[in-house]
């Protein structure tokens, strides 16, 4: 314990000198917004944030389907996260989570909708959908029979591949990397999301999965 | 198309293409890497005599290869590089006959001769540099190429050596390079200049100058086996035979000492050395080292160990004829850079030949050795008059002439050094000759092996006969012309104190 | 020919062709060996793609969605960016072939993927010229990273992989920090467009204590170098040649864009402390290392020892930037080069004896000639000595040192060079003798062999390259302008 | 003083509330959750500050960082709270050994 003694102070001094870096910051600042606002037009969305997700910053998110992809990599090499309960059936789980899952389903459809012109997006359907995923597996839900590996793979690949796709397309149409014609922007935004929130979703749930489960380490 | 430059790159590659070959070559292809070696072997030595008759035609051999934007590697033939590569080029033919048949039978050879032909690449490498950059590549490829040499047996006493060889030289080498660099900072060129480069050179620079001179030499002087840096080169000998004639008559000792009279003469200029004031400490740490050498060497009982003593000694007679300072003893030094060659590998291959062929190793065990190999004892006894310095073998005529140059550069002091010197000498190498020949021989030799009627194989008694021979013939022929004499005069006439 | 081919935005391609890659064997997992073989050539071939583009035109620029900066993300190719591209396409092609032979079964289904998702973060983090779009980058790498090392799944193996994650995100957070406030002082996340706009305040010092510790911090400099030998170390050898030869790369050329740029006016006591910290380095990383009686721990350390190297440039900068910079670039590479080597070497023994002891390593070289080959030229790049790409960086920065009166810097210089021929010929000099215990030895393939081998004969073939590799470095004046020789 | 401000001023606090009980705490999920913490400093000062445009509409660029952003801290957590999983498992203890630790 002794050598946190001097650990708070020396903690503080910084803490204190970023405190009035970010105080001598100027009070009114515009970043990039008015940027945004004039290009919201072209962009094919209305929601701003989701105009720099996809469309003005659409890299960043590209490497982001990867990152999160990697994750479930990385855990599904050690093995997987098991969620497993011994209990039998729990009644009011059980019937809790009938209820909800379709209504969570609903919600995540219903957030990517709304993200192109309000709070909302993929990112956020998808956290709802991998939500409803999760509970699912809780109440000892599992994968469907009929779900083959390799579907389940697709369905997590979803989002990077049609990343991946467009960033092909575009760069043979337009020469550039997720360059979308601005007619079809809005129409190009939706699938990506689309795609993306499959992903997100799945990928969330298939954290969850752990060695034993048929979902995973199918390979011979 | 002018071939000219083409030729020193032939050198090189024909010592360093064949051993890449040999690395690749199955343990049991004798056939194909004996061919491979002589081939390399005459070839360098057909390459070396073209340009010492082209050189001393006057064309110049020159190839460059830009290292860095403002450095280029150089190689260069010379009057003093050739002196040196023909040194190596007929030592490595007479040492890779005799290695062929020393090694006959015993395991690890394609690795053996691979690191042999590597280690006379850097040997070639170093004497036909042109500049301090080329000449520091291939004194520290020189390193890593004898170390796997030294450590050939693989035992526990093969690696001390070889550790305690590495410690010294890479020591030393780091020495170098901070030299070199503090020097190109200093100048902007490394390029070796008959005269010294440094000459112009401003006052301002002359403490500076001093610390370079100083890591210069001490970064070589630990190959040269001066004193106190010669700790490793005793230790060495525990690899096997051919290795050791070939570290202390041509490759490693020698790139130091070769190395000195570059830096002496073609860097900082003798006279201007002289000026700084480097040169007498120079000197006198060669007589302590040639005294101290001779000292030790007497006594040894392990007859190569005593060998190698002597190295230390005689080696430091060309850093003296360097640090004397004067157009004779110059030539005194540069002479004996062929000579102690010659003798040197003769006395290390008839050690090769008592150990393999009768299994003795001590002095002790030598008594009467002379009757049962009277030419391999013969070939000694050459060597080591030579060594003592007597004529008319080609020791005498470096005496000689470091003699007379000291004498010339109004240095008496040296006198008493080579006389001392010779004394020594004499004290460890005429009760060996003595016992050779006059005393009774054992029963029997520790552990013999027969070669029918000759005294041991071919392969083992010719390389340190032709040796003998030469060393012999350079003594008694030293008027001919293209004889080490003529030459070493040549160079001294051509590149140091003509203007 | 020329013309269609100098038309393909090369640099992307070096982004996508990798994901799509890794795509291909997290989807199809029987196909990973062939899409990972067929990736990295194509990597390569990329490179020496974007390569000609960059001498024909220059620097290339790609603004992602055609917006530009500072709405839009901008990529950027210049000398340096292409040279640490090519670097790791090299080494990466090298580590391929040795994976081939490496893995197999489950272990080949989970490197793959892993593998080309990092080469391709690598990738973007070279051409990105957005510290937001590095930060992701970086978190691509520090992920795949992690979780290549956590691979043999052992204790050793966990432990150092948990504390190099904890680590690595605590440096990306540090950096994010630095970003956030770089973005809200200057309203750009652009490289170019803040190196202009920044000038000396309180928050532009917050930025760059936070950034340079995070980054610090992932690139290992003594005295925050703790995580690296037990992760790099316990991981499989092919993934502790990645992590030693590129990932810590990564960072260092992070950080060193922002000196070279938003931090370029700034910062002259930091230098200093970097140079005193890559001092220590050497020092210190190389007297561990040399303690160390496992191989691929000395490894590991010699790597702390040689990031100091990098370090040394900082402080020397001031007097020389082009040709320090271009040493440090090329040490960086020379190093990469050789501790691929090397760990893939240390690989190969120990998957030969089962062990790696280096005192109880038995007759390798007789046993593993070409394995102890390529150490031993690896070690050669690594301690400096002629002829080797380490020579080349280490005299032009020795030159720097010298004139410049700084003989502490080139006293450390030479006594790190004196380290590394201690631990590298400790390891030679066990090599050469036999070992008390004898044990079974395991196959080794030739294509591990030859794969260590030819990374290290590159290590020794980049010290004859040095005029046109450092003319390529130059293009697009990464270092700012070239300053005349007296 | 305004809002903006106070926020980004909490925003530090995390962070360094964080990095100090990253620091103290042995247990490997408590220093999980402090990089979280952390990482939520960092984000709040992005948002907050974003805030300052003095219009309705804040920047969206720092929100669509921070959406990447939480996207990544989540990725990371998953691997990070999976591989203390494992290695508890291994060891029996979720620490890592007292005897490699940071020398901090």
């Known amino acids: 314990?002794?050598?946190?003694?001097?650990?708070?102070?020396?903690?503080?001094?910084?803490?204190?000198?970023?405190?009035?870096?970010?105080?001598?910051?100027?009070?009114?600042?515009?970043?990039?917004?008015?940027?945004?606002?004039?290009?919201?037009?072209?962009?094919g969305v209305s929601n701003p944030v989701t105009a720099v997700l996809l469309n003005f910053r659409g890299y960043d998110t590209l490497l982001e389907m990867f990152v999160l992809l990697l994750a479930l990599l990385g855990v599904w090499s050690l093995g997987g996260l098991s969620l497993r309960r011994e209990a039998a059936s729990d009644l009011v789980l059980d019937t809790m989570v009938r209820f909800l899952v379709p209504v969570l389903i609903l919600a995540a459809a219903y957030l990517l909708w709304v993200g192109a012109h309000a709070p909302g997006g993929a990112f956020q359907a998808g956290a709802v959908l991998g939500a409803a995923g999760v509970l699912s597996l809780l109440s000892g839900w599992r994968c469907h029979l009929g779900l083959a590996p390799l579907p389940l793979r697709l369905a997590l690949a979803a989002g990077p591949v049609a990343f991946l796709a467009m960033s092909g397309c575009t760069l043979l149409i337009a020469g550039r990397l997720l360059q979308y014609p601005p007619a079809q922007a809005g129409i190009l935004i939706l699938i990506l999301e689309t795609a993306a929130t499959v992903s997100i979703g799945v990928t969330l749930t298939a954290l969850f999965l752990d060695k034993q489960h048929p979902g995973n380490k199918d390979q011979t | 198309m002018n071939l000219d430059p083409w030729v020193p790159i032939l050198v090189i590659a024909s010592s360093l293409l064949p051993g890449l070959i040999i690395f690749s070559l199955a343990e049991n292809s004798v056939r194909l890497r004996t061919g491979l070696n002589l081939t390399g072997a005459l070839l360098n030595l057909v390459l070396v005599g073209w340009m010492l008759w082209g050189v001393y035609l006057g064309h110049r051999y020159e190839a460059r290869l830009a290292l860095l934007p403002d450095l280029e590697l150089v190689l260069l033939a010379d009057t003093l590089s050739l002196l040196f590569i023909t040194l190596s080029a007929v030592l490595w033919l007479v040492t890779t006959v005799y290695a062929i048949g020393y090694l006959k039978g015993s395991p690890h050879r394609s690795r053996f001769f691979g690191f042999f032909s590597l280690c006379v690449t850097s040997t070639a490498g170093v004497s036909l540099a042109g500049n301090l950059i080329t000449f520091l590549l291939f004194y520290e490829l020189l390193t890593l190429a004898t170390y796997p040499?030294?450590?050939?047996?693989?035992t526990e006493v093969a690696r001390r050596a070889g550790r305690s060889y590495l410690v010294y030289t890479i020591f030393g080498g780091a020495l170098l390079l901070l030299g070199t660099v503090w020097l190109y900072t200093l100048t902007g060129t490394l390029e070796f200049t008959p005269r010294g480069l440094l000459n112009g050179m401003g006052e301002e620079h002359r403490p500076a100058l001093r610390a370079i001179f100083a890591l210069l030499i001490a970064g070589l002087g630990v190959k040269?086996?001066?004193?106190?840096?010669?700790?490793?080169?005793?230790?060495?000998?525990?690899?096997?035979?051919?290795?050791?004639?070939l570290l202390h008559a041509v490759a490693v000792v020698k790139a130091g000492a070769f190395g000195i009279v570059r830096i002496v003469y073609e860097v900082f200029g003798v006279e201007f050395a002289a000026g700084l004031g480097v040169t007498a400490p120079l000197a006198w740490l060669a007589a302590t080292t040639i005294i101290y050498g001779s000292l030790r060497a007497l006594f040894q009982d392990d007859l190569k160990r005593m060998l190698a003593f002597s190295t230390v000694s005689q080696v430091s007679y060309i850093t003296l004829g360097v640090a004397i300072v004067g157009p004779v003893a110059t030539i005194g030094g540069m002479v004996h850079l062929v000579h102690q060659g010659f003798m040197k590998i003769t006395l290390f291959l008839c050690a090769g030949n008592l150990a393999e062929t009768l299994g003795v190793h001590k002095i002790s065990e030598m008594n009467g050795v002379g009757r049962r190999m009277p030419w391999t004892m013969a070939a000694f006894t050459v060597g080591a008059f030579g060594m003592i310095g007597a004529p008319p073998v080609a020791g005498f005529i470096s005496k000689w002439y470091l003699g007379l140059g000291a004498l010339e550069a109004g240095q008496g002091w040296v006198i008493f050094v080579l006389a001392g010197s010779s004394l020594l000498t004499a004290s460890y190498f005429l009760p060996v000759l003595h016992a050779v020949w006059f005393r009774e021989p054992p029963v029997c030799w520790p552990k013999e092996h027969h070669f029918g009627l000759r005294e041991t194989a071919w392969a083992l008694l010719l390389p340190p006969l032709a040796t003998a021979v030469m060393a012999l013939g350079a003594g008694l022929l030293a008027a001919m012309p293209f004889s080490p004499l003529n030459w070493a005069k040549l160079i001294a006439a051509r590149e140091f104190y003509l203007p | 020919m020329v013309g269609v081919f100098g038309d393909i935005p090369w640099a992307v391609v070096l982004i996508l062709l990798p994901l799509t890659g890794g795509m291909i064997c997290f989807l199809w997992p029987?196909?990973?060996?062939?899409?990972?073989?067929?990736?990295?050539?194509?990597?390569?071939l990329s490179v020496a793609g974007l390569g000609c583009q960059l001498l024909a035109h220059g620097v290339y620029h790609h603004a992602v969605g055609g917006w530009g900066a500072p709405l839009g993300i901008d990529l950027t190719a210049d000398g340096l960016?292409?040279?640490?591209?090519?670097?790791?396409?090299?080494?990466?092609?090298?580590?391929?072939?040795?994976?081939?032979?490496?893995f197999h079964g489950e272990d080949m289904?989970?490197?793959?993927?892993?593998?080309?998702?990092?080469?391709?973060?690598?990738?973007?983090?070279?051409?990105?010229?957005?510290?937001?779009?590095?930060?992701?980058?970086?978190?691509?790498?520090?992920?795949?990273?992690v979780a290549l090392a956590a691979m043999p799944g052992g204790r050793d193996a966990l432990s150092g992989a948990m504390r190099y994650l904890l680590t690595t995100l605590l440096g990306s957070l540090a950096y994010l920090f630095g970003v956030a406030l770089l973005y809200h002082g200057f309203g750009s996340a652009d490289i170019a467009i803040l190196a202009v706009r920044v000038e000396s305040s309180a928050v532009v010092w917050a930025a760059l204590g936070l950034m340079g510790a995070g980054l610090l911090l992932k690139t290992a400099l003594f005295p925050l170098h703790f995580w690296l030998p037990p992760a790099h170390a316990s991981a499989p050898a092919p993934v502790s040649a990645l992590l030693s030869a590129l990932v810590v790369k990564a960072s260092f050329y992070i950080l060193l864009r922002l000196w070279l740029t938003i931090f370029n006016s700034l910062a002259g006591e930091v230098d200093e402390l970097f140079g005193l910290l890559g001092a220590a380095a050497i020092i210190w990383g190389s007297i561990q290392a040399l303690r160390q009686p496992r191989l691929k721990l000395l490894v590991a350390y010699s790597t702390v020892a040689q990031i100091g190297y990098l370090f040394i440039a900082f402080p020397l900068a001031a007097g020389a930037a082009a040709s320090v910079w271009g040493a440090t670039a090329y040490l960086a590479i020379s190093h990469a080069l050789a501790k691929a080597a090397m760990f893939l070497a240390a690989g190969n023994l120990l998957h030969f004896g089962g062990h790696d002891r280096i005192i109880d390593m038995d007759r390798v070289v007789q046993r593993l000639p070409l394995t102890a080959g390529a150490f031993a030229l690896a070690g050669v790049s690594i301690m400096g000595l002629p002829p080797s790409g380490g020579f080349i960086g280490k005299w032009l920065l020795l030159e720097a040192a010298v004139i410049q009166g700084r003989w502490d810097l080139a006293a450390v210089m030479i006594l790190g060079g004196l380290l590394a021929a201690a631990y590298v010929f400790k390891v030679l000099g066990y090599a050469f003798t036999a070992a008390s215990v004898s044990h079974e030895p395991q196959f080794v393939s030739a294509r591990m062999e030859w794969s260590a081998l030819l990374l290290a004969s590159g290590a020794i073939l980049l010290g004859f390259l040095a005029p046109s590799v450092l003319s390529l470095v130059d293009i697009g004046s990464p270092f700012g302008i070239m300053e005349v020789r007296p | 003083m305004n809002t903006a401000f106070f926020y980004a001023l909490v925003g530090v606090g995390l962070f360094f509330l964080g990095l100090y009980a990253l620091i103290v705490h042995a247990h490997l999920l408590r220093k999980i959750l402090a990089l979280n913490v952390m990482g939520c400093g960092v984000f709040l000062v992005l948002v907050a500050l974003a805030r300052r445009t003095g219009e309705a509409q804040p920047d969206a660029v720092p929100h669509a960082m921070v959406i990447t952003g939480i996207v990544v801290a989540f990725s990371a957590t998953a691997l990070a709270l999976t591989l203390m999983v494992k290695l508890t498992a291994a060891t029996g203890r979720a620490e890592l050994q007292s005897d490699e630790r940071d020398p901090h």
């Open chain 1, 1 to 43: 314990m002794e050598r946190n003694r001097w650990l708070l102070p020396l903690l503080l001094t910084p803490a204190m000198g970023l405190g009035y870096s970010v105080l001598s910051l100027p009070e009114h600042a515009q970043g990039l917004q008015h940027l945004v606002a004039d290009k919201m037009e072209v962009s």
């Open chain 2, 149 to 154: 040499l030294i450590m050939h047996h693989g």
């Open chain 2, 224 to 245: 040269a086996a001066l004193v106190p840096l010669h700790g490793w080169l005793p230790q060495a000998m525990v690899a096997p035979a051919p290795v050791s004639a």
């Open chain 3, 30 to 44: 029987g196909m990973a060996k062939l899409a990972g073989a067929v990736t990295a050539i194509a990597v390569s």
């Open chain 3, 81 to 102: 960016s292409l040279l640490m591209l090519a670097t790791t396409a090299l080494v990466g092609l090298g580590i391929t072939v040795y994976s081939l032979a490496y």
């Open chain 3, 109 to 145: 289904v989970r490197f793959w993927p892993l593998w080309l998702f990092l080469l391709a973060a690598l990738n973007a983090l070279f051409l990105a010229a957005d510290i937001f779009n590095l930060y992701v980058t970086l978190e691509l790498i520090g992920l795949a990273a």
